[in-house]
């Protein structure tokens, strides 16, 4: 289904957290490419961080932003593959389980349809998810800047 022309466009504020153990702010270009869409898409960046991937670290942040009413919606790059670092999908169960929170099933299913035109069945090793808490969406999206494009342009 595509946008509906005829309603009002309403930026909303997006925070980005780049989970990773090896990039840092000036090699960031994952979180770089999520900052130039979410401005180009007129929608207004919130916040923006690096975490290592550390559960508990990860789900402190999402809690700190999800209860912070200017930020809207959270875009998580990273943490989402199958090593024993990767625990983006963790932290996210934490947040869920911290109060109000529930999976969005959906965005995981089409990101790894979208994902399967690129990449074909290398997109299994992919654990993208999406949960809402406390009224605050949170999509994580793998760290490949292949990923986060796919991610951003063909669902967020």
Not at 68 to 94: F, H, K, Q
């Given at each position: 289904?595509?946008?509906?022309?005829?309603?009002?466009?309403k930026p909303?504020?997006?925070?980005?957290?780049?989970?990773?153990?090896t990039r840092?702010?000036e090699?960031?270009t994952s979180g770089d490419?999520l900052?130039?869409?979410i401005?180009s898409?007129g929608h207004?960046?919130?916040?923006?961080?690096?975490?290592?991937?550390?559960a508990?670290r990860?789900?402190?942040?999402?809690?700190?932003?999800?209860?912070?009413?200017?930020?809207?919606c959270?875009?998580?790059?990273?943490g989402?593959g199958l090593?024993?670092?990767?625990?983006?999908p963790?932290a996210?169960?934490?947040?869920?389980?911290s109060?109000?929170?529930?999976?969005?099933?959906?965005?995981g299913e089409?990101?790894?349809w979208i994902?399967?035109?690129?990449?074909?069945?290398?997109?299994?090793?992919?654990r993208?998810?999406?949960?809402?808490a406390?009224?605050?969406?949170v999509?994580a999206l793998?760290?490949?800047?292949?990923a986060?494009k796919d991610g951003?342009?063909g669902?967020?």
């Amino acid at each position: 289904m595509a946008v509906d022309p005829t309603r009002e466009f309403k930026p909303i504020n997006i925070a980005v957290l780049t989970v990773s153990d090896t990039r840092g702010p000036e090699d960031d270009t994952s979180g770089d490419i999520l900052v130039e869409r979410i401005r180009s898409a007129g929608h207004k960046l919130a916040a923006r961080a690096l975490e290592k991937d550390d559960a508990m670290r990860i789900a402190s942040r999402l809690n700190n932003w999800i209860d912070d009413r200017s930020v809207d919606c959270v875009v998580i790059t990273g943490g989402t593959g199958l090593t024993g670092r990767d625990v983006t999908p963790e932290a996210l169960e934490r947040v869920k389980q911290s109060g109000e929170g529930r999976d969005i099933p959906g965005f995981g299913e089409l990101f790894r349809w979208i994902s399967y035109q690129t990449i074909g069945t290398s997109t299994i090793q992919s654990r993208a998810c999406a949960i809402v808490a406390r009224g605050t969406y949170v999509f994580a999206l793998p760290g490949s800047n292949g990923a986060v494009k796919d991610g951003w342009d063909g669902i967020l």
